[in-house]
């Protein structure tokens, strides 16, 4: 007696990740690739959702970038601030890959400034 087959692996959430966009959630977190996620599945609203707070992350960590060009005194203050950003990457990802549409702590509410 054969049983169905069900194909929603343990540890994803109910909402199924299959049958979401996955690879571009993940390109939306990794810093300037969010461009690409963008162009080619902005009309996904799962895409969207994280689209628009790896634009934020992206946003953080090009103002740091540009601030330690010209405030290398602060190269230990703005070390921290990319290390926080590469968590908040980290963790965007984990809530994509678990088809989870999850703000990010402290940042993600930012992202309702963003309409497209």
Do not use: C, R
């Amino acid at each position: 007696m054969d049983t169905p087959n069900n194909n929603v692996s343990e540890g994803f959430s109910s909402q199924n990740p299959s049958s979401k966009n996955v690879p571009m959630g993940v390109l939306a977190y990794i810093g300037p690739l969010v461009i690409v996620s963008f162009i080619v599945a902005k009309g996904d609203s799962f895409v969207k959702f994280h689209i628009k707070q790896g634009l934020i992350l992206f946003v953080i960590e090009a103002v740091v970038w540009v601030l330690g060009m010209f405030l290398s005194p602060l190269w230990f203050l703005l070390n921290i601030i990319n290390l926080v950003a590469l968590v908040f990457s980290i963790v965007g990802i984990v809530n994509v890959v678990q088809g989870k549409e999850k703000e990010l702590p402290y940042i993600g509410h930012y992202s309702k400034y963003f309409n497209f």
